[in-house]
């Protein structure tokens, strides 16, 4: 299904169509918006696994001091 436009359209997407590719590739946005999410993703990685962590450890320290309760009241 062929899509029809205004003359007026057509120039405006035709104009962008232009300056849209010279605009990327001059400032580069999208290489820095692809960076940026990057490394957004690599800091939740690496803060999510810190808190795994700290909770596997509270865990086991836990459990720790719960045993060691338990063998005192024994």
Do not use: V, W
Request: overall charge positive.
């Amino acid at each position: 299904m062929a899509e029809t436009y205004s003359k007026s359209r057509q120039r405006a997407e035709i104009a962008f169509g232009n300056i849209s590719p010279s605009f990327f590739a001059k400032n580069k946005a999208m290489e820095e918006l692809e960076s940026h999410a990057q490394s957004q993703q690599a800091k939740t990685l690496r803060l999510r696994e810190a808190r795994l962590a700290k909770q596997r450890d509270d865990r086991a320290s836990a459990m720790s001091a719960l045993l060691a309760k338990r063998a005192k009241a024994c």
